[in-house]
């Protein structure tokens, strides 16, 4: 399959899902972060999945197995929507797997209103600020800062799309959980679940995982037990280990 590559890209794969994905070093690359969203998500047996912010199509390509609905990425970097299809392709997704390459803020133009059963995302953590400090590698900075995409318009377009009762699943950084709870009643999405990511016991949770419902119920909101990710000999733990390798 080095057919499918270009010039300094090679193949990873998620050996528990035998998934494989192109990745360069010159763009973002898929962390754990894809890999927790995928499993983090409710998702849907069948119906339509939309990924915004899909990158190189990692939780597009690891959520495939997990359902039979229609899934669409969407990307707005021109390298990795490439990367991306062609994943698709080196994992023979392509009957029910597409990317869509645009701008998220007018996704309306390709994916009518109301006909989303369920979101992921993956957005840029950062906020955007004239003096903040970016990663010279434009690749990089797109994809780690709010330059293109803000944190509200993720649940603003989330919302138009989603059908009612329809879900979005995100995964994004424990400082940012006001906004993102403020930003979801803002647009209809009631919380439903969260989850709390530590690197290590005894350490502050650096990731957070939250799924919500559109036009839900404001009440019944799950807080599920904390997951951490490596021991004390620095080695991933076993449920940590079992999502990137599976149970052998």
């Keep these: 399959m080095t057919h499918l590559l270009n010039p300094g890209e090679r193949i990873d794969q998620l050996m528990s899902e035998d998934i494989q994905i192109i990745q360069s070093s010159d763009v973002f690359s898929f962390s754990l972060d894809a890999v927790l969203l995928a499993q983090f998500a409710h998702i849907p047996k069948k119906g339509t999945i939309v990924d915004f912010c899909a990158g190189n199509g990692a939780v597009s390509l690891f959520m495939r197995p997990k359902t039979k609905a229609e ?9 990795l929507f490439s990367m991306a299809n062609r994943s698709i392709l080196l994992n023979h997704f392509e009957d029910n797997t597409r990317m869509i390459h645009h701008d998220i803020n007018q996704i309306r133009e390709v994916i009518p209103n109301d006909s989303v059963d369920f979101i992921t995302c993956n957005p840029p953590y950062f906020k955007e600020a004239p003096d903040s400090k970016k990663n010279p590698n434009p690749h990089l900075a797109i994809a780690r800062h709010e330059i293109h995409l803000k944190l509200d318009d993720v649940f603003k377009e989330a919302s138009v799309l989603l059908k009612m009762n329809g879900k979005i699943a995100m995964v994004h950084r424990p400082d940012r959980l006001m906004d993102i709870l403020d930003s979801m009643k803002r647009h209809r999405i009631a919380p439903k679940k969260i989850q709390f990511i530590y690197p290590k016991h005894n350490k502050e949770a650096n990731t957070i995982l ?10 019944g909101l799950r807080v599920l037990p904390p997951l951490y990710v490596y021991g004390e000999n620095n080695e991933y733990l076993p449920e940590i280990r079992a999502m990137l390798y599976g149970n052998k």
């Design 71 to 79: 899934i669409i990425g969407v990307e707005i970097q021109e390298k």
């Design 210 to 219: 939250i799924e919500g419902i559109k036009d839900g119920k404001l009440d």
